[in-house]
C-alpha cells in the first residue's frame, strides 16, 4: 500500500476556491508549505498595504505578532527547520516532545503545577539543554514543575531532589536522600547518588567481533537525503544523532519495514536480511495496561505453573482442570471481583475508589481453588511470590525456572508474579515488553530493533543490560523454511512508523480548561 497525492488538488487538500485567497502573494497551501523559519520572515518583515483601513491593519498586526511570538518559540527549541504542514505521525520522539512544551509556554500559564512524565525522552543531550531552558521559563512563570527522570543533566539541573529507594519493588518505597543535587551526592544510602559525582563505573567497551553487515542503499525516509548505511551483524550498533536527524526514519520506517514488506521501502536496496530468520521489533509504545496481565502470562509461563496444580493429588480429587487456576474463568475466579481481587467503588462527583474484594482478600479465586496446594503453597500464593523467590521455588521445573531468570537479567527479579501490569512504571513496561523477550534467547540468527531501550531505566540497570544484551548476540546462518516476522500481536503497514506511540508520541491536546487561568491547577504531560 502507497500513498499518492489527490489527482484533483495536488496534495493541497483544499478547493481552487478556497486556494485562489493569498496573503502577501502565498496562498494556505504554500504558506504551510514553509518551514517555522521561513514563516517568522513572511510575518515580520513588510507592510500590509494592502489592508482597506488602519482599523483592520491593527488588527491583523495583532494577530501576526501572536503568529510570530507562537513560532518563535518553536525555534527557540531548535525546530526551526520544520514545516508547518509536517504530519505529526512523522514526528520524531524529541520534536514532539518540544512541541508540546512550547506550546505549553505560548497559553502563558500562571500558578499551575506541571508532572513531566521523563521529558527526556527522545532527546539527544544537546537538546536536554534546550528542554531545560523551557523548564525554567516556565517557572519563572510563577508555575511548579515536578519531573520524574533518569537523565542524570536533568537531575543535576533540578533545585530539589527526591530519591527513593533503595531497591526496587518490596525493597524501595522510602526516601533515602533529599535536598540539592550535592546532597544526593554525599548521601551514602542512595544509588544515584555515585552516577551524579561520577564515582561510579562506567562500561567500558562491549567486547565481540562484527559479523557480515545489512546495507541500506538509498535511504529516502522523511528527513533521510538517499544516503547508504551498513549495519554490521553479531554486535550491538547504536545509531543516534541530535532529534529529528532521522535515526528512527532509518531504523523502522526503512530497514524494519523492508523486512515485513519483503522488499526495499524507502529506499533503493536493501542487502544481508536473508542471513536472518527473525527480526524483533521492540519500541517505547506502553505495554497493554491491564489488570487481567500479569509478568507470568507476558512470560507465558502461567499455563505450565497452572497445569503443575491441574496435575496435584487435590486437584484429581476435586476433578480440578487448568480452567479451575484461571482467575478469567467462572471455574476459578471469586465471582464477588471477577478474579481482579479488587472492586472499584463508585463516589458521586469523586473519584472512583479501589478497595480490595472482601470476599477473596484480594486472592482473586474462589474458596474451592485456594483449597489446593503444591508444596505447600496456593495458586494465589504463587502469584505473590517474587520473580527471585519464583525461581527457587520452581527449581526442580527447569523451563519455568529457566523463564523466571529472564527477569532477573533485566533487572526484574523484584516484580512479583502476579503483579497486574497497569501498576508497573514506564522502565518497567520497556523491559518486560513481550516483544523484547524473545530478545533474550535469540540464538538462531535473529535481528533486533530497539527504540530507546534505556527509556524509564536508571544507569545501574543499565549495565547489566548491555552486557547480557551482547553476550547473547552472534550471528548465525539463515535457518531454511522460516520467515521474517514482527514478533507480537498485530501487524503494521510498512512505511509507518513504529515503536512511537507512547509518552514521547502522544496527541492529546491541552485541556481546554488550563486556556482559563485557574490558581494551581495541575497537568500532567507524558
Same mark, same amino acid.
Not at 527526556?120 to 521559563?137: A, F, Q, S, V, Y
Not at 536533568?154 to 524501595?172: I, N, T
Not at 541530535?242 to 524507502?266: I, N, T, W
Given at each position: ?8 488538488? =495536488? ?478 500481536? =498485530? ?36
Amino acid at each position: 500500500m502507497r500513498d499518492d497525492p489527490c489527482p484533483e488538488c =495536488g496534495g493541497r487538500r483544499l478547493k481552487t476556491s478556497s486556494l485562489a485567497v493569498t496573503y502577501r502573494g502565498v496562498n494556505i497551501a504554500e504558506l504551510s508549505a514553509l518551514t517555522v523559519a521561513q514563516s517568522i520572515v513572511l510575518f515580520t518583515n513588510g507592510i500590509d498595504s494592502a489592508l482597506p483601513d488602519a482599523r483592520t491593519a491593527a488588527v491583523t498586526a495583532a494577530v501576526r505578532g501572536e503568529i510570530t511570538r507562537r513560532l518563535g518559540l518553536i525555534r527557540d527549541v531548535g525546530l526551526d527547520y520544520l514545516s508547518l504542514d509536517r504530519a505529526s505521525a512523522t514526528l520524531s520522539g524529541g520534536e514532539a516532545q518540544r512541541l508540546r512544551l512550547a506550546g505549553l509556554l505560548g497559553v502563558r500559564l500562571t500558578d499551575v503545577t506541571f508532572i513531566l512524565d521523563e521529558p527526556t525522552l527522545g532527546l539527544h543531550p544537546r537538546d536536554t539543554e534546550k528542554l531545560l531552558g523551557l523548564i525554567r521559563d516556565l517557572t519563572a512563570e510563577g508555575n511548579t514543575v515536578v519531573a520524574v527522570e533518569h537523565d542524570l543533566d536533568v537531575v543535576r539541573a533540578a533545585d530539589h531532589v527526591l530519591d527513593l529507594g533503595p531497591g526496587a519493588g518490596r525493597e524501595g518505597g522510602r526516601i533515602v536522600a533529599e535536598g540539592p543535587p550535592g546532597a544526593i551526592e554525599r548521601a551514602p544510602a542512595s544509588v544515584t547518588g555515585p552516577y551524579l559525582s561520577r564515582r561510579a563505573k562506567r562500561p567500558g567497551p562491549l567486547p565481540g567481533s562484527p559479523g557480515p553487515g545489512l546495507e541500506i542503499i538509498g535511504a529516502r525516509a522523511n528527513n533521510l537525503k538517499s544516503i547508504d548505511v551498513e549495519i554490521p551483524s553479531g554486535i550491538l550498533t547504536a545509531v543516534t544523532g541530535v532529534s529529528g536527524s532521522g535515526k528512527s526514519s532509518l531504523v523502522f520506517d526503512v530497514l524494519q519495514a523492508s523486512s515485513e514488506a519483503g522488499r526495499p521501502v524507502l529506499c533503493s536496496d536493501i542487502r544481508g536480511l536473508e542471513r536472518f530468520s527473525v527480526v524483533i521489533t521492540v519500541g517505547i509504545e506502553a505495554a497493554a495496561e491491564s489488570a487481567a496481565s500479569i509478568p507470568l502470562t507476558y512470560l507465558g509461563l502461567f499455563d505450565r505453573v497452572r497445569s503443575l496444580f491441574a496435575a496435584s493429588d487435590e486437584a484429581r480429587a476435586r476433578g480440578f482442570t487448568k480452567a479451575h487456576f484461571s482467575y478469567l474463568t467462572p471455574e476459578g475466579r471469586c465471582e464477588e471481583c471477577g478474579g481482579t481481587g479488587r472492586k472499584t467503588v463508585s463516589l458521586d462527583y469523586l473519584a472512583d475508589v479501589s478497595v480490595p474484594c472482601e470476599v477473596c482478600a484480594s486472592a482473586r479465586y474462589n474458596r474451592g481453588v485456594l483449597e489446593v496446594r503444591v508444596s505447600g503453597r496456593t495458586i494465589s500464593d504463587v502469584l505473590d511470590l517474587t520473580a527471585a523467590e519464583g525461581a527457587a521455588v520452581f527449581a526442580g521445573h527447569p523451563k519455568i525456572a529457566a523463564g523466571l531468570s529472564i527477569l532477573a537479567e533485566i533487572g526484574l527479579d523484584y516484580l512479583r508474579l502476579g503483579q497486574p501490569l497497569d501498576t508497573l512504571s514506564s522502565g518497567e513496561r520497556q523491559r518486560l515488553r513481550p516483544r523484547a523477550l524473545p530478545l533474550r534467547r535469540a540464538d538462531d540468527g535473529s535481528s533486533s530493533f530497539g527504540c530507546r531501550p534505556a527509556a524509564g531505566a536508571l544507569r545501574q540497570a543499565l549495565r547489566r543490560g548491555a552486557y547480557d544484551r551482547r553476550r547473547r548476540a552472534r550471528p548465525r546462518p539463515h535457518l531454511p523454511g522460516r520467515a521474517r516476522r514482527r514478533s507480537g500481536p =498485530g501487524r503494521r503497514r510498512p512505511g509507518r512508523r513504529a515503536g512511537r506511540t507512547g509518552k514521547a508520541r502522544s496527541r492529546r491536546r491541552l485541556p481546554g480548561f488550563l486556556h482559563r487561568r485557574r490558581p494551581q491547577e495541575v497537568f500532567r504531560l507524558g
